[in-house]
C-alpha cells in the first residue's frame, strides 16, 4: 500500500516536469523564430539599386534536399547566378513570382547552360525539401539550371544585407511581409536587380544578354543616368567608358552641331554680302571718275 502511495503522488510531479520541459521547448523554438523574425527596414519603395549593384555578395553555404552542400561561389564560378529568396509557407506572392520567374525564364532561354537560378528560403523553419516542393508546385523541377535550398539564418541575413532585401514577420497573420526581388549576380557580384511581383521576360533577356557580354543600351533607374554609361570589369574592379555614354550623348552633338552649322552658314553670308557691297562700291567709285 505504501507503494501505490507514492506511485500516485508521483504522477504531478512527472506532468509538472513534462509541462516545464515543454514550456522550455517552446521558449526556444520562440527565441529561435524571434532571432529571425525581422531584417532590414520594410519599404514599399524597391531597394536602392544604385547602392547594390557591383557590390560583391557573401559567399555562403548552400544546403540542397539531398544533404549535399555547396557554396554560392561554386554557383556562380563557372556561370552567373539569379538569386531569389522566398519562403515555403507564403500565402501570398512567393508561389506567383516564381511561376512568373519561371515564364521569363522559358521566354530569355540558356538556363543551365548560360546561368542558374538558385532559390534560397530566408525562414529558418523550411528545410530544403520544403523549398524543392514550393518549386515542384510552381511547375520547376530541380535540375542544372534551377537550385532549391536553404543557408545558415547568420548567411541568410548577410545575402539580404548585401542585396538590400528585407523580411517581417507578421504575427496577425502568420506570414512574412517582404519584397519579390530577382538579383542578378556575375562573379560574385550584383549586376542587376528586377523588384515587383512579375518578372518580365523582356527585362529578363537583357540580363541575359549581358550575363553573356553583349552590350545592352542603358536602363532607367529612378531619378538617376543608367549605369551602361559605364561598364565595369569585376576582375580588375575598374570602370572604363561604355557606348551607352555615347549613345546618351549622340542626341546633345547633334544639336551642337546644327547649331554650328547655322552660324557658320549665316556668318559666311554676312560675309559674302559685305563683300559684295564692297565690290559693287568700288566699282560704282571707278564708273564716277
Known sequence: MPQRL??????????????????????????????????????????????????????????????????????????????????????????????????????????????????????????????????????????????????????????????????RWDPTTAQYDHPSMVVAVDRGRVLRMLVGATVSGTELSEIVQEFGGKFVPAYALPGKLAFRCFEYDPTSGRYSLDWGLLLLFLPGGFAVAATMSVFHRASSRVHRDAHVRRETGSSGAGSAS
Open 6 to 167: 507514492r506511485v500516485v503522488t508521483a504522477r504531478p510531479a512527472i506532468r509538472r516536469a513534462r509541462q516545464a520541459l515543454a514550456s522550455c521547448l517552446l521558449l526556444t523554438l520562440a527565441g529561435r523564430v524571434e532571432a529571425q523574425s525581422s531584417m532590414g527596414t520594410a519599404s514599399a519603395e524597391p531597394p536602392d539599386e544604385a547602392a547594390y549593384v557591383y557590390k560583391q555578395l557573401p559567399d555562403v553555404p548552400v544546403l540542397g534536399a539531398g544533404a549535399d552542400t555547396t557554396r554560392l561561389s561554386a554557383l556562380w564560378q563557372d556561370r552567373p547566378v539569379l538569386l531569389v529568396m522566398v519562403f515555403s509557407r507564403c500565402a501570398g506572392t512567393c508561389s506567383p513570382f516564381l511561376r512568373s520567374l519561371k515564364s521569363a525564364v522559358s521566354e530569355a532561354g540558356g538556363a543551365g547552360s548560360a546561368y542558374r537560378i538558385v532559390v534560397l528560403s530566408f525562414d529558418q523553419a523550411d528545410t530544403a525539401a520544403d523549398v524543392e516542393a514550393m518549386g515542384a508546385n510552381a511547375g520547376i523541377r530541380p535540375n542544372t539550371g534551377w537550385v532549391f535550398g536553404i543557408a545558415p539564418p547568420s548567411d541568410i541575413r548577410r545575402l539580404a544585407e548585401a542585396t538590400g532585401f528585407w523580411f
